[in-house]
């Protein structure tokens, strides 16, 4: 089993910027695949940008290209999403999610297997 917990979220205006902060805990071998989404107010969750970490490649949404990053540490248990340039729309609860799986299955239309909590996003 994996538990992710992430922190880094607040009020920001627009413009600004933040780094969310996943830490992934117990047996972390089974979270090859990390990924950043988000759910805005009356919306349905979305994908942002998963990263598979054994060999760090990343991909991202249209949402997230050139605005967002996603990165992880050199243990490979802790992911981050760096987010500038935000937008009101970009509000919203961030969460992080895991899976093991390979490289070319690690996008955000996988089947997660372990999510965490989530942290608010606030852009006005």
């Known amino acids: 089993h994996v538990q992710l917990v992430e922190s880094g979220g607040g009020s920001v205006e627009a413009g600004g910027s933040l780094r969310l902060s996943c830490v992934a805990s117990?047996?972390?071998?089974?979270?090859?695949?990390m990924a950043w989404f988000r759910q805005a107010p009356g919306k349905e969750r979305e994908g942002v940008a998963a990263?598979?970490?054994?060999?760090?490649?990343?991909v991202y949404t249209d949402s997230a290209k050139g605005r967002f990053t996603i990165s992880q540490d050199k243990d490979r248990t802790t992911v981050y999403l760096h987010m500038n340039s935000l937008k009101p729309e970009d509000t919203g609860m961030y969460y992080c999610?895991?899976?093991?799986?390979?490289?070319?299955?690690?996008?955000?239309?996988?089947?997660?297997?372990?999510w965490g909590q989530g942290t608010q996003v606030t852009v006005s």
């Open positions: 990263i598979y970490t054994v060999v760090n490649k990343t």
């Open positions: 999610a895991a899976r093991l799986g390979g490289m070319y299955g690690c996008t955000v239309t996988a089947d997660f297997e372990y």
């Open positions: 117990g047996d972390t071998s089974r979270s090859s695949c």
